[in-house]
């Protein structure tokens, strides 16, 4: 599969192992996003979240950026147009999304793009990237989700000094602060990406899309609520289990347990 929009702004993908990739194409722009660009990207992870056949997405931007945010040219059809209308969303989207979403991050992620990198489940960065919140700066509201998310990762003293200072936020510290997963060159942007992917696709298809959302959902709760959360989904989980697949569950950790590590050479 490819697809894209007719200017091929947002390239849609997807291999024989079961990964898609998305990716922003507006290279010459920094990966700006325009309102038709969000439609598309929105609809990019809402097409590929209903194919069965992926079990992983890769969001990149083509070129030096990921998404140097919105087209300010276009501000006032993007800022005055419908928020609440989520297809058109794509933070929506990829919140709703039930596979994994990997964010590759290279150069600029900037405002909108900084919430879109928010959105995702797990970010690999570039030593390049620099994630900038620039709302403060130009009186831009927030509406993605960067007042609220960025705090609940690297906790809200740093959050408020990246967003009132709006402070560039490099690579090594993301990944310092726990805002990213993984720092590495340039050049092994995707393939790091990638091999997380591949990772992914190795367990229970089922049991990644059920896992993802219950750490997301719990998220959402105080701790009590969310240890309740998970109770509950796991007692449904094996009540919908039949037999025969308690059986090849119990045979495939059997086979797993048999295989012995290979002897150590010191």
Known sequence: M?????????VVKKDPDGIGYVTINRPK?????????????AQAFKSLDADESVGVIILSGSGRSFCSGVDL???????????KDVESDPVAQMEQCRKPIIG????????????ISLACDLLIASTDAKFIDT??????????????????????????????????????????????????????????????????????????LRYKAVINDGGKLDLHHALLL??????EYYNGMTKEQFKKMQEFIAS???????????
Request: proline share 4%; with cysteine.
């Open 73 to 83: 040219t276009s501000a006032e059809d993007v800022f005055k147009g419908d928020v």
């Open 29 to 41: 722009s920094l990966n700006s996003l325009t309102k038709p660009m969000m439609t598309d990207l």
């Open 2 to 10: 490819d697809k894209s929009s007719p200017e091929n702004l947002i």
């Open 104 to 115: 590759a991050i290279c150069g600029f992620a900037i405002t909108a793009g900084f919430e």
């Open 256 to 266: 797993r347990s048999s295989k012995k590590p290979a002897a150590s050479k010191l």
């Open 230 to 235: 998970e109770k509950e989904r796991a007692h």
């Open 135 to 208: 709302h403060a700066r130009f009186g831009i509201f927030p509406s993605w989700g960067l007042s609220q998310k960025l705090s609940r990762i690297i906790g809200p003293n740093k959050a408020r000094e990246v967003s009132l200072t709006a402070t560039p936020l490099t690579a090594e510290k993301a990944e310092k602060w726990g805002l990213v997963n993984h720092v590495v060159e340039g050049s092994e942007l995707l393939k790091k990406a990638r091999e997380v992917a591949e990772a992914i696709m190795k367990n229970n298809r089922d049991l990644v």
